[in-house]
């Protein structure tokens, strides 16, 4: 079955660097999300990407955040600047269609130091 | 308004036994309520959707309940298996977005043998 890829699978970094977090969503599909979940808390929407656009944001979301489609296959979130709140688990997801369920990656767990 | 609220935050079952979390919404937006499970260092992975035109839907062990008129939706795991041991979270998303996902604060499920 094919699968949402996510690398690496865990990141550290000292604050204020900047990290790229890399996935490779299921082929064909044609929506891209990014969500995070903070140790012990609930998954939340960062962002969606459709059309080589961001079509929707969340509040967290900022400047700090931003993300790119450079090729084909490859989703990637870039975070500038990095703080220790940015510390969590980070999701990539894709889906075919505006019917389709989101299949998700297992994830990059970002520490920040 | 956006909030989806889950309970109970943590449950633990015998084996054998019925598994119940209930989430409710505010949101009349949204218009499709899937299901998530989660086990530790992996991606939440889609078990059952269901939209609000049904009241109900069934896959396997898994059933869906939607009362629309509540804005109340729950997860029945009939004759619960130690396998099941998982978090669970519900979520939704409302039709007019690209399908942002909001979720629920996660139930972690205990079936013991």
């Known amino acids: 079955e094919p699968e949402v890829t996510q690398t690496p699978s865990h990141q550290v970094t000292q604050m204020g660097q900047e990290v790229i977090l890399r996935c490779v969503p299921i082929?064909?599909?044609?929506?891209f999300y990014w969500y995070r979940q903070i140790l012990g808390q609930k998954v939340e929407f960062l962002v969606s990407?459709?059309?080589?656009?961001?079509?929707?944001k969340s509040e967290i979301f900022d400047d700090q955040f931003s993300v790119e489609r450079p090729d084909g296959s490859n989703f990637t979130l870039k975070i500038r600047s990095t703080k220790l709140e940015d510390s969590a688990m980070y999701f990539c997801?894709?889906?075919?269609?505006?019917?389709?369920?989101?299949?998700f990656g297992d994830g990059t767990r970002l520490s920040i130091l | 308004q956006q909030q989806v609220k889950q309970s109970p935050q943590s449950l633990i079952v015998q084996k054998g036994g019925i598994s119940i979390i209930n989430c409710a919404y505010e949101?009349?937006?949204?218009?499709?309520f899937p299901w998530y499970q989660q086990f530790p260092g992996k991606g939440p992975a889609l078990l059952i959707a269901?939209?609000?035109?049904?009241s109900e839907k069934k896959e396997g062990r898994f059933t869906i309940s939607f009362n629309k008129s509540a804005k109340q939706f729950s997860l029945h795991i009939m004759d619960s298996q130690p396998g099941d041991s998982a978090t669970y979270f519900c979520a939704a998303s409302p039709g007019t977005s690209y399908g942002k996902l909001t979720f629920g604060q996660g139930t972690i499920l205990t079936v013991h043998p």
């Open positions: 990407f459709y059309n080589n656009e961001i079509s929707e």
């Open positions: 997801a894709s889906r075919g269609d505006s019917n389709q369920p989101q299949h």
């Open positions: 269901i939209r609000p035109d049904v």
């Open positions: 949101n009349t937006a949204f218009d499709y």
């Open positions: 082929s064909n599909h044609l929506y």
